[in-house]
């Protein structure tokens, strides 16, 4: 289990769902997650992150279906604009009840019967991020000579980009 369950910012009160196999409860909750981002991807500290989703007490654990969701800040991975885009994952996770060990990769209930569903929003919302956002799909990118943004003005060195000279003899095919 991740280090940031410790003290979770997204933990729910499951006492009423535990043992009770059938027994279900709907919850929202919102709140900011730190350290949250990829290298062109992250949601900045003063957002805060939604968990709308329905936690099931099953013979296993806690089964957790629903929505993660946030407003995140993208890099356009061809000129570096910087823009928001809304993030919204569907999840299902299983909540042990007692963790195997200490070593367990799933994840589990609190001892206090608190359900915390920090690392369960990071996860989905990492994976959710797209790999390769572009703030536009016809964006133009940076230029390869000057670096000027061929979105905003035309620096003049379209169409002059030099071929690798290891790659020439492909150009005629």
């Keep these: 289990m991740s280090k940031h369950v410790t003290a979770p910012a997204l933990a729910v009160d499951v006492r009423e769902l535990l043992q009770k196999p059938g027994a279900h409860k709907h919850v929202v909750v919102r ?3 730190e350290d949250l981002a990829t290298p062109v991807a992250s949601v900045p500290n003063d957002r805060p992150v939604t ?3 329905e936690i099931e007490s099953v013979v296993e654990g806690l089964l957790v279906t629903g929505t993660v969701r946030a407003t995140a ?7 570096l604009r910087e823009f928001d885009q809304e993030v919204q994952v569907e999840v299902r996770e299983l909540f042990t009840l007692e963790p195997e060990d200490d070593e367990d990769e799933g994840y589990a209930v609190l001892p206090d019967d608190r359900l915390p569903l920090d690392t369960m929003a990071r996860d989905a919302l990492v994976l959710g991020f797209p790999a390769f956002p572009l703030h536009s799909p016809d964006c133009a990118g940076l230029c390869p000579v000057c670096g000027a943004d061929r979105n905003t003005v035309d620096c003049g060195h379209g169409g002059t980009e030099t071929i690798d000279p290891r790659w020439a003899g492909l150009a005629g095919l």
């Design 31 to 33: 709140a900011p997650l």
């Design 51 to 53: 968990v709308d989703a």
């Design 73 to 79: 800040v993208l890099r356009c991975v061809r000129c």
